[in-house]
């Protein structure tokens, strides 16, 4: 089956425990990003990447970190969480065409940081 | 930011009824896209449409484009309980590669 797997899906964390949200997809998808989902903001991207070692930020990556080192793989780093970023996560893929599809997205993460 | 917006932020209607969503965005796309998102689950991706198209079909969604006024809207025919959800715009420039999602429309479909 086609998907992105996301783990781990909630996460309790205390401020400044060095935490990794893992994210992997199985469709070869060259581009992936990851979102966070905050009441009334939406989905805001943090980082995205279009490919193996490639890797872009969004409109709020202050305070995450990411790595592409394989196609299928896209974690996420948060070097030391604060409760600021307690929010949804999401990870999503897509062909790098700009037209070919939409996303796939992951079932989330929710992290949070006490 | 090019974060889009949808309007109304709250929808109810009865089953049976259409139900249409609105999204404007700030600058030139490439393509449009609608996700409907369960509750506290991930985004599904319902529709994508270009910004050579006008207008978009696929099953009982409608999708229209006007890329002179930046908008698009969203139409579901003969809606259903199961189209409860949130439904959100997503853009993507014809320059850069980011996406921008609006805040959603918050759909509920009495039985």
């Known amino acids: 089956e086609a998907q992105v797997t996301q783990n781990p899906r909630y996460l309790i964390t205390v401020t400044g425990k060095k935490l990794t949200v893992t994210c992997s997809q199985n469709?070869?998808?060259?581009?992936m990003s990851w979102y966070r989902q905050d009441p009334g903001l939406g989905l805001r991207q943090i980082y995205y990447?279009?490919?193996?070692?490639?890797?872009d930020k969004g409109d709020v990556p202050e305070g995450y970190k990411v790595s592409r080192k394989e196609k299928r793989n896209f974690p996420l780093i948060l070097e030391s969480p604060s409760p600021n970023q307690t929010s949804l996560y999401f990870c999503a893929s897509s062909f790098a065409n700009r037209g070919r599809d939409g996303y796939t997205f992951g079932s989330g993460t929710r992290l949070t940081v006490v | 930011s090019q974060q889009g917006e949808e309007d109304p932020q709250a929808l109810s209607i009865q089953e049976g009824e259409n139900a249409t969503m609105n999204c404007s965005y700030k600058t030139s796309i490439n393509n449009l896209q609608w996700y409907r998102q369960n509750s506290g689950r991930g985004l599904v991706h319902l529709i994508l449409?270009?910004?050579?198209?006008r207008e978009k079909h696929s099953g009982r969604l409608r999708v229209t484009l006007d890329t002179s006024k930046k908008s698009s809207s969203l139409l579901i025919t003969a809606s259903r309980a199961a189209d409860t959800a949130s439904y959100f715009c997503a853009t993507r420039r014809d320059t850069g590669n980011q996406f921008y999602f609006g805040t959603g429309t918050s759909l509920t479909v009495i039985p």
């Open positions: 990447s279009m490919n193996v070692e490639v890797t």
């Open positions: 469709m070869n998808h060259e581009y």
């Open positions: 449409i270009r910004s050579n198209e």
